[in-house]
C-alpha cells in the first residue's frame, strides 16, 4: 500500500528512537523506500548502522558531509522524497522547525523541503504540557504539518501521562492515510468510545475498566480512510485521534443523546463500554458517613443506546456495528446479542482478566454477521481497528 513512496525518515534524540527501528522495517514491508536521517542526538539512542541496515540505504548525518552535497546537495536529498516523516520529534526539533533555524542536517532539510511533513512527537509529558510546546504544536498545524499522537502511558522517565510516540503501526496507518486510497471520504461515521461514569453523588461514580484503546483506534483508522467520525468519548484513559469531531460526555444518558445529535451517519461503531444501570437517584450532596447504616444505591437501567440506534425506523444507519465483550461462551452471547440488539455485525471478545484484553494493546475478536462467525487471529488494536475500518468501507462502497 505505500509502494514505491520515498519516505526521508528524521529520527531526533529521544529514548523512542528505538521505536524507529521497528518503523522502519513496517514502513518497508509495506513497499516504502526510507531514506533515514539521524540528528547528533538520535546517534545516542540508536547506532547509524543498525539504522541502514533495516533502511537498506545509507544514513545522512553531517551538513557537512562533503561527499554527500557533491553526490546529492541537500536541497536535493530534502525534495527527493514523497514524505518527510519526523519520528521521534523531540519538542527540540518542534521548536527548531516553528522557528526556521537550519543548524544542523536534519532542520535544514525541514526548512528546505517543498513536500508534506508529519511528525510524531516524544517527549516527556511535563515537556508536552509546557506552554511553549503548545504554541509550537499549533503553529506547525498551522503551517500544514501533520501530527501523529503522541500516546498516553508510561514514559520511559518513570512518568505517567501524554508524550509516548505512537506506535510504529499507527505511524503508518498515518502515512498510509496520507498517500490513500481513502474509500470513506464523504462518509460519516459515528464512534462512541471510553467508559461512562454515572455518578453517586457529586464525588463518586460507578465505572469500569474500558479505557478507550479499541475506539482511539478505530477512529484513527476510518478518518485514515478519508471518514468524517464524529467521536463520542466518555472518560477515556486513551485521548481521541487527531481530526475526529469529538464529543465528550460522562454518562450513558449524555452519551445517548450526543449520538441522537449526531445522526445522520452513514455507519455507527459502537465501541463504548456503556454502564448498564446508573444509581436512580444520584444524590445531588456527598453522601456522609452516618450511624444509621450504609447508604443503599438503587440502580435504574441505562438506555441501550446500540439498541436504540439499530432499530431505528427511519434515519437507521446503513451499517450498525455493536462491541459485545464477554467472560465466557463468546460467541454463543454474542450471537444473541446480535439478534436482540438489531445490528449488523456484532465485534465479540474475551475480556476475561486473563487475556489482558480489557486496557491492553491486543484484541481477539470474532466477527459475528449473518453470514455467521469469523475469528480473527489475536492482534494489536491497531490492526482490529484497521481491518474493521477496511470492512466498513467495503460495507459502505
Ligand atoms: O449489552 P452489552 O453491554 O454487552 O452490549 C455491548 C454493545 O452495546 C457495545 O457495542 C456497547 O457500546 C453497546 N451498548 C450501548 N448502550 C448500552 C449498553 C451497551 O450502546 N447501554
Known amino acids: 500500500m505505500l509502494t514505491d513512496k520515498r519516505i526521508l525518515l528524521i529520527l531526533t534524540g529521544g529514548i523512542a528512537a528505538y521505536k524507529g527501528l521497528d518503523l522502519i522495517r513496517r514502513l518497508r514491508e509495506r513497499g516504502a523506500h526510507v531514506t533515514p536521517v539521524l540528528t547528533r542526538a538520535a546517534e545516542q539512542f540508536v547506532t547509524p548502522l543498525s539504522v541502514a541496515a533495516l533502511a537498506g540505504h545509507k544514513v545522512y548525518r553531517d551538513l557537512f558531509d562533503l561527499t554527500d552535497e557533491a553526490e546529492m546537495g541537500h536541497i536535493q536529498l530534502s525534495r527527493s522524497a514523497d514524505l518527510v516523516l519526523v519520528a521521534p520529534a523531540t519538542a527540540d526539533i518542534m521548536a527548531k522547525m516553528v522557528q526556521g533555524r537550519a543548524d544542523d542536517l536534519p532542520s535544514t532539510l525541514l526548512l528546505a523541503t517543498d513536500t508534506p511533513v508529519m511528525i510524531a512527537p516524544a517527549m516527556n509529558v511535563r515537556m508536552w504540557d509546557h506552554p511553549a510546546t503548545r504554541r509550537n504544536l499549533a503553529q506547525l498545524r498551522a503551517d500544514g504539518v501533520t501530527v501523529v499522537g503522541p500516546n498516553k502511558g508510561d514514559m520511559a522517565c518513570g512518568e505517567f501521562g501524554p508524550g509516548r510516540m505512537s506506535e510504529p503501526l499507527e505511524i503508518v496507518d498515518a502515512v498510509a492515510a496520507h498517500f490513500g486510497p481513502r474509500p470513506l471520504t464523504g462518509k460519516r461515521v459515528l464512534v462512541t468510545s471510553g467508559p461512562t461514569h454515572e455518578p453517586i453523588d457529586p464525588v463518586r461514580y460507578i465505572a469500569n475498566r474500558s479505557s478507550g484503546a479499541q475506539g482511539t483506534a478505530l477512529g484513527r483508522a476510518l478518518v485514515g480512510l478519508g471518514a468524517e467520525v464524529i467521536f463520542v468519548t466518555g472518560p477515556a484513559d486513551v485521548a481521541p485521534p487527531d481530526g475526529v469531531q469529538v464529543v465528550p ?58 439498541a436504540h440506534v439499530a432499530q431505528m425506523s427511519e434515519g437507521r444507519p446503513r451499517l450498525v456495528v455493536g462491541f459485545a465483550a464477554e467472560t465466557h461462551d463468546v460467541q454463543v452471547h454474542a450471537t444473541a446479542k446480535r439478534l436482540r440488539k438489531g445490528c449488523d455485525w456484532i465485534m465479540a471478545n474475551d475480556v476475561s482478566p ?44
Open 249 to 306: 460526555v460522562q454518562t450513558a444518558q449524555q452519551m445517548r443523546d450526543a449520538v441522537v445529535a449526531a445522526l445522520p451517519v452513514d455507519a455507527a461503531i459502537f465501541a463504548a463500554a456503556v454502564a448498564d444501570w446508573r444509581v436512580a437517584s444520584a444524590s445531588t450532596q456527598k453522601l456522609k458517613k452516618s450511624k444509621d447504616g450504609l447508604p443503599v444505591l438503587e440502580f435504574a437501567e441505562n438506555p441501550d443506546i446500540l
Open 354 to 397: 486473563e487475556t489482558g484484553i480489557m486496557g491492553g494493546s491486543e484484541n481477539a475478536v470474532t466477527l459475528i454477521s449473518d453470514e455467521g462467525a469469523e475469528t480473527w487471529p489475536r492482534m494489536s488494536k491497531t490492526d482490529v481497528a484497521r481491518q474493521l475500518a477496511e470492512r466498513v468501507a467495503a460495507a459502505l462502497a
